[in-house]
């Protein structure tokens, strides 16, 4: 599985973007899509999640804010972010996740930059 990001950049406080993510390979073993970020100094977080039966969760910081969703025929995943604050400003992490009985397979994408100015 292959994961690419986009559509990061540099966004006013107030203001909206949206990422992708295009998957690639052998995306029928995956369970599970989700958004991760990594602030400057922070630990890398989870900030929404999709599962294939189509639930969803949200970090309790962008509730609200952004949304996650999947593109199957395109095999891409999105996070539309509103509302942006300075405290969004991190490196944006696409990851996959494959479910075995014993273990999981992680990938992830190589990230994409969003800057938020006060």
């Known amino acids: 599985v292959k994961l690419e990001e986009s559509g990061g950049g540099l966004v006013q406080a107030g203001g909206s973007l949206t990422l992708s993510c295009a998957a690639s390979?052998?995306?029928?073993?995956?369970?599970?899509m989700g958004w991760y970020r990594q602030g400057p100094g922070k630990q890398r977080e989870m900030v929404a999640a999709?599962?294939?039966?189509?639930?969803?969760n949200y970090a309790d910081s962008v509730a609200g804010r952004f949304t996650i969703s999947r593109d199957s025929v395109k095999n891409t995943m999105y996070l539309q972010m509103n509302n942006l604050t300075p405290e969004d400003t991190a490196v944006y992490y696409c990851n996959a996740k494959e479910d075995y009985p014993n273990y999981s397979m992680d990938y992830w994408g190589e990230g994409t930059l969003v800057t938020v100015s006060s």
């Open positions: 390979g052998s995306i029928f073993s995956i369970n599970a």
């Open positions: 999709s599962s294939t039966g189509g639930k969803t």
